[in-house]
C-alpha cells in the first residue's frame, strides 16, 4: 500500500494533478473563513457558541458549504446553488422535450446543458443569497432570543451595503463553481464532488468532539467504532450490483464479423445516491419554515396550537413522528429518482438497435419489462438502506447528543464513501497508464 502511495507521488504528471487539487481546496476552505462585506463577525462569533450545534432549518446546507454558512463568509452559499440547479436539469428532462433532446445528443447536447446548468447557479445563488441576508438582517438566522449580538449580525443595513453583501455571495458561488470545473479539467476527480467531500470532512473534528464533551469520551470511543463499522457496511453497500447478462448477435458488415461478444448491465443496490436524503430533508423544513415566520405571540401571548405541534414534532428531528415521515419520504423519494434516472424501455430498445438480448428474455417490449422487474425489487433494499443510513444522525441526536451534522451517517457518508471512492479509482486508472500495478490490488 505505501509502495503504491509512493509511486503516485514519484510520477510527475500524476503528482501535479493532485498538487492542483490540493491547491484548490486549500483556496475553497480559505474562502470559507473571509467574513462578508459588512458582517459583523465578533457577533456572529458570539452566536455561534451560543448556538452550541448547528440544528435546525439550516443544517443541511450549513453542512454542504462546510460551516460557512452561518459565519456569513463569501462561500457562505457553497454549493447548494450547483447541487440544486444539476437536480433541477435533470428532473426538466423528464417534463422538457427540448432538454432530453439535449441529452441524448452525446457531447455537444450535455456542453449545453451545463451551459443551462450554470446560469440556473447564479439565479439560485442570487435567490438564496438575498434571503440569507435578508435572515440575517432579522436576527433570524440562529434562532436565538434574548441574545443583543444575534439580533445586530450586521454592521451597515442600508440597502447599498445589503446590495453589496448579495453580489459578494453570489459572486463567491460563480467562483466556487469555476474552481471546480478547474479541478475536473485539470486535477483528479470530480471537482464539485471533492469541494462537497472536503466540505463535509471540515466538519468531522468539532461533530465528534461535541460527542465527546457532551457525554464521555467512552461514548466518543464507541461512536467511533461504530462509525467504522458504519463506513464498512456503506463501501459495501456502494459496491454491490445485480449484473444482467447480454449478449450479442454476431453480424457481418461488409467482411468484418461484429458482434458475438458478453456483456452485463450492472444494476447499483443505491441508483440514487444521496438525491433521495437531500429532498427528504428539505421537504421536511417547510413545516419547519412556516412554523418559524408565524411563531410570533398572538394578543392574549400564546402561540397558535399549530405553529407549537410544528415546533415539537418537526423541528429538532428527534421526534419519532418526524423520524417516521423522513424514512417514508425517502423510500418514496428513491423510486422516484430511480425511476427519472434510469429507463428500461430505452435500454431495451438500444440493445435491440444493436443486436443484443438478455438470454432467455426476448428482445423489445420483454426486455423493459424484465428489467423494470429487477429495477422494482432492487430497488426496495436500496431505498430501506438509504433509510437507515438517513436515521443515524437522528438516533445519535436523540441517545448520545450529537448534532444533525453527525458524520457517520445521512448524507455526509454516502458523499464521503461516495467521492472517495470514484477519486481512488480515478488515481488507480492513472496510475495503471504507466505502471503495471495501480493504487488498487
Not at 31 to 47: E, Q, S
Not at 121 to 140: D, N, P
Not at 260 to 276: F, H, R
Not at 377 to 383: K, Q
Request: charged letters at 10%; aromatic letters at 10%.
Amino acid at each position: 500500500m505505501f509502495s503504491a502511495i509512493a509511486r503516485v507521488f514519484r510520477t510527475p504528471d500524476l503528482r501535479r494533478k493532485i498538487g492542483f487539487t490540493l491547491g484548490i481546496i486549500a483556496i475553497y476552505r480559505f474562502g470559507a473563513h473571509i467574513p462578508a462585506p459588512f458582517v459583523d463577525f465578533p457577533n456572529v462569533k458570539t452566536c455561534l457558541d451560543q448556538s452550541g450545534s448547528t440544528q435546525g432549518l439550516l443544517s443541511l446546507v450549513n453542512l454542504f458549504s462546510g460551516g460557512a454558512l452561518l459565519q456569513l463568509s463569501i462561500f457562505a452559499l457553497g454549493v447548494m446553488p450547483y447541487i440544486t440547479a444539476t437536480i433541477i436539469v435533470q428532473l426538466l428532462r423528464v417534463v422538457i422535450p427540448h432538454f432530453e433532446t439535449l441529452y441524448k445528443e452525446g457531447q455537444a447536447g450535455q456542453a449545453k446543458l451545463t451551459q443551462y446548468t450554470r446560469y440556473l447557479t447564479i439565479a439560485l445563488a442570487l435567490l438564496q443569497s438575498t434571503t440569507l441576508v435578508t435572515v440575517a438582517r432579522s436576527g433570524q438566522l440562529f434562532g436565538i432570543s434574548g441574545v443583543a449580538e444575534c439580533q445586530q449580525l450586521l454592521t451597515d443595513e442600508a440597502w447599498w451595503a445589503q446590495l453589496l453583501m448579495i453580489a459578494t455571495l453570489t459572486a463567491g458561488t460563480g467562483l466556487i463553481m469555476w474552481m471546480a470545473e478547474l479541478v475536473t479539467e485539470r486535477g483528479i476527480g470530480n471537482g464539485m464532488s471533492l469541494l462537497i467531500f472536503t466540505s463535509i470532512a471540515a466538519t468531522f473534528p468539532s461533530a465528534l468532539w461535541s460527542i465527546a464533551v457532551a457525554r464521555s469520551f467512552e461514548i466518543f470511543l464507541l461512536v467511533l467504532a461504530v462509525g467504522i463499522a458504519t463506513v464498512a457496511l456503506v463501501v459495501f453497500v456502494e459496491q454491490s450490483q445485480r449484473r444482467i447478462p447480454v449478449q450479442y448477435a454476431k453480424r457481418m458488415v461488409g467482411r468484418r464479423t461484429l458482434g458475438g461478444s458478453n456483456t452485463y448491465i450492472p444494476i447499483k443496490v443505491n441508483m440514487a445516491g444521496v438525491v433521495p436524503v437531500i429532498f427528504a430533508s428539505s421537504l421536511l423544513y417547510i413545516p419547519a419554515l412556516i412554523a418559524q415566520f408565524n411563531a410570533n405571540p398572538t394578543a392574549d401571548g400564546s402561540v397558535p396550537g399549530w405553529v407549537s405541534w410544528i415546533q415539537a414534532n418537526f423541528v429538532n428531528g428527534d421526534h419519532p413522528l418526524y423520524m417516521a415521515v423522513y424514512f417514508l419520504l425517502i423510500i418514496g423519494f428513491t423510486y422516484f429518482y430511480v425511476a427519472i434516472t434510469f429507463n428500461p424501455v430505452e435500454v431495451a430498445d438500444n440493445m435491440k438497435k444493436y443486436g443484443g438480448f438478455i438470454p432467455g428474455i426476448r428482445a423489445g417490449r420483454p426486455t423493459a419489462e424484465y428489467l423494470d422487474y429487477v429495477l422494482t425489487r432492487i430497488t426496495l433494499p436500496g431505498s430501506i438502506y438509504l433509510g437507515l443510513i438517513a436515521l443515524l444522525p437522528l438516533l445519535a441526536l436523540a441517545t448520545v447528543g450529537a448534532n444533525q451534522n453527525f458524520p457517520f451517517g445521512g448524507a455526509s457518508i454516502l458523499i464521503i464513501v461516495g467521492v472517495g471512492l470514484e477519486t481512488v479509482k480515478q488515481i488507480d486508472a492513472q496510475l495503471q497508464q504507466r505502471h503495471y500495478e495501480g493504487l488498487l490490488r
